[in-house]
């Protein structure tokens, strides 16, 4: 047992040996839990000096030798559900001593990827993807071709995970269902009664009257069969397996996910089992790490150990005085609002998709757990949840991720828009989301969101724009969004009076000539540094539909180019809205779209890549500049050749 981050690299003479499973397989059984150990304290280590997800990681250290120790990886496949736990796999197959690189600009993923690796069979950022593709593969595989679906407790609750089930059943193909059990969500609720029950049947009580009752009931046509089918169903209610077998899965377990022989002798004997398996472990979050076992959400990620300063500087009162003030993140402003309002309106409902700490309603799900619902991984319920409360003159607020939301997209459309009902998205990590990468960022939402009738869009600016946009996205009648980015803003204060803004209308923030710069969003900041640079004209957006059209007018006449600026993919965005109405109005005015290129950019600090893909106060400017410049060009050519 750890109880501290270790800052200096540990000695790891069994594990430095292991540049690939194949070397892992020449060990023996007992030098596995040495291994275990090892790989635990390794581990703790690459994840102090980098930062990331471990909890979850350390939880999978004995399967993860396991599954390398029996199946032919890569040649057999394991596909990891979701993909945070593959930390220790990720050292196992050659990637030990670039973990130091682990979600830096240009090192490892902190999720799986296919790129990186032909041990990461299949991407994962998301959850409850891996049944599906592992039976994808076994069906496109040759028959001896091994394939294992590792699925945490949690990724079950989804709804696709239960469709794979049913669907993997029904082929009847030859694969390993893992269900990695971190939370007891399963066991705990039932280990009980289980165990309780497991003693009354096999008691000689018991016994005796079952025999007994099959002598009386023998004689009686058709007695004995019934009373034996009603037996084998309450027996099938207290057991954890029952409802895997009814999928048609032979279920397996619960087996102690960190017993190294428990697991290594039943892998061993499930591998060549034919048709569908399903191996219940029971793990535990954080294992090895004290604090992480005690407080498995407060540890389910880390941030990196700041070096110990070796020589203390002092600092003096002016210079602190001058330091930035670092303001709250966008979800604790999100969180704030919500109780808030929930004290003045007792119609709101708060519900998120196993989101709870990271979309900030810790506190309300303490002060309102009445108004609370979390749906667990399942993003279509979340949404058509909230429906049906609209329905019922409830005020639902839906606290999800920008990509998560990406799943609840239909019932958004067919459940929400089309019924014009009464619900609030509250859509955190929009646009890029820094070291969490592609499978984490909101770079679409704007676009997929924007062809939806009946919604309205906001896109706040900075912290007190957030909470404002938030009231007045709560108070429309009908269906809205208000998306905000991961992190904390410029540092604006926050007032706690809350105002309903007018819908669909922009603010100026400066005024200039020649070129106005249209922002959506927290890239204001930046835009500022900019408009002062070029004596532009700044305006606040605030909202991508219903666009500000009277504003756009006013400028279009008054400037000579138009820049729209936004964290979202520029197909689709709010750029396009501004170039489809400037296009429906005839008016000749040139437009700049600026925001995510068409390509996926991967994972980094968040100021890099932004000033990689020009969306930083430089790149902004060099960008308008350049356009400028090309417009002078054009006039000059226009001119010489009308002489």
């Known amino acids: 047992m750890f109880d501290e981050i270790p800052r200096q690299r540990p000695q790891t003479p069994l594990l430095d040996q292991i540049d690939e499973p194949a070397q892992l397989r020449a060990l023996s059984e007992k030098q596995l839990p040495e291994l275990a150990t090892e790989l635990r304290e390794y581990l703790l280590y690459c994840v102090g000096q980098t930062g990331g997800h471990f909890g ?43 973990m130091l690189s682990m979600r830096q600009q240009g090192g490892l993923s902190g999720f799986p990827k296919r790129s990186e690796s ?67 969500s399963i066991s705990k609720n039932v280990g009980g009664l289980a165990t309780y029950f497991a003693r009354i049947l096999a008691s000689k009580t018991y016994l005796n009257m079952r025999e007994g009752s099959r002598k009386i009931l023998s004689a009686i046509p058709k007695a004995w069969q019934l009373a034996r089918r009603t037996e084998e169903h309450v027996k099938g209610m207290i057991t954890p397996g029952t409802l895997f077998e009814e999928l048609g899965f032979n279920y397996v377990g619960p087996l102690d996910g960190h017993n190294m022989q428990d697991l290594v002798h039943t892998l ?61 993140k966008y979800q604790d402003i999100f969180g704030q609002w919500l109780c808030d309002m929930a004290e003045q309106d007792d119609k709101l409902v708060g519900i998120t998709p196993a989101m709870c700490e990271g979309s900030g309603m810790v506190e309300f799900a303490e002060r309102f757990p009445e108004r609370y619902h979390d ?29 998560f939301l990406q799943r609840g997209y239909d019932q958004m459309v067919h459940d929400v828009a089309i019924q014009d009902l009464d619900v609030t998205f509250a859509i955190d990590r929009a646009g890029l989301v820094g070291e969490d990468g592609p499978t984490h960022a909101g770079s679409f939402d704007l676009t997929f969101m ?39 803003g410029p540092g604006i204060e926050i007032e706690k009076d809350m105002t309903a803004l007018p819908v669909g209308k922009g603010r100026v923030v400066q005024e200039g000539s020649n070129v106005a710069i249209l922002s959506f969003g927290t890239l204001l900041a930046p835009a500022r540094e900019a408009a002062e640079k070029l004596g532009a004209t700044l305006v606040d957006m605030r909202w991508v539909k219903p666009l500000d059209e009277e504003l756009i007018d006013r400028l279009a006449d008054s400037h000579d180019l138009l820049v729209t ?9 709010a750029g396009s809205a501004v170039s489809e109405y400037l296009n429906q109005r005839i008016i000749p005015v040139p437009l700049l779209q600026l925001g995510l290129p068409d390509k996926i950019i991967e994972h980094g600090k968040h100021p890099k890549l932004l000033k990689e893909i020009g969306l930083d106060a430089k790149g902004i400017e060099e960008q308008i500049r350049e356009r400028q410049n090309q417009m002078h060009q054009a006039q000059s050519n226009g001119q010489a050749a009308a002489i």
Request: proline share 7%; hydrophobic share 40%.
């Open 56 to 98: 979850a990681g350390l939880g999978v250290v004995e399967l993860t030798i396991a599954l390398h120790y029996i199946y032919n990886t890569p040649e057999d496949r394991v596909v990891w559900d979701v993909g945070h736990q593959t930390y220790p796999h990720k050292i196992l197959t050659g990637r030990r001593e670039q």
């Open 118 to 184: 032909p041990y990461d069979t299949f991407g994962v950022g998301h959850s409850s993807t891996s049944i599906s593709a592992a039976l994808g593969m076994a069906l496109g595989s040759p028959d001896e071709r091994k394939v294992v679906a590792v699925i945490g407790d949690g990724a079950m609750t989804a709804g696709m995970a239960f469709e794979a089930l049913n669907h993997a059943a029904h082929t009847g193909k030859d694969m390993l269902v893992v269900l990695n059990d971190n939370r007891m």
């Open 268 to 328: 061993r004997n499930l591998r060549n089992q034919p048709g569908p398996q399903l191996l219940h472990v029971v793990t535990t979050k954080g294992k090895g790490f004290g604090p992480a076992e005690e407080d498995p959400v407060g540890y389910h990620a880390l941030n990196k150990l700041e070096p110990e300063p070796k020589v203390q500087v002092a600092v003096s009162p002016e210079a602190a005085a001058t330091a930035k003030k670092k303001g709250p």
């Open 375 to 403: 749906v667990a991984i399942a993003e279509q319920h979340a949404v058509t949840l909230a429906a049906g409360l609209a329905c019922e003159e409830q005020k639902p607020v839906v606290a999800i991720y920008s990509t």
């Open 450 to 488: 924007r062809c939806l009738p009946n919604l309205v869009i906001a896109a706040p600016s900075d912290e007190n724009e957030c909470r404002q946009l938030l009231y007045t996205a709560y108070q429309h009648n009908g269906p809205s969004a208000v998306r905000y980015p991961r992190g904390t």
């Open 565 to 573: 600026l936004e964290e979202n993919t520029i197909a689709g965005g």
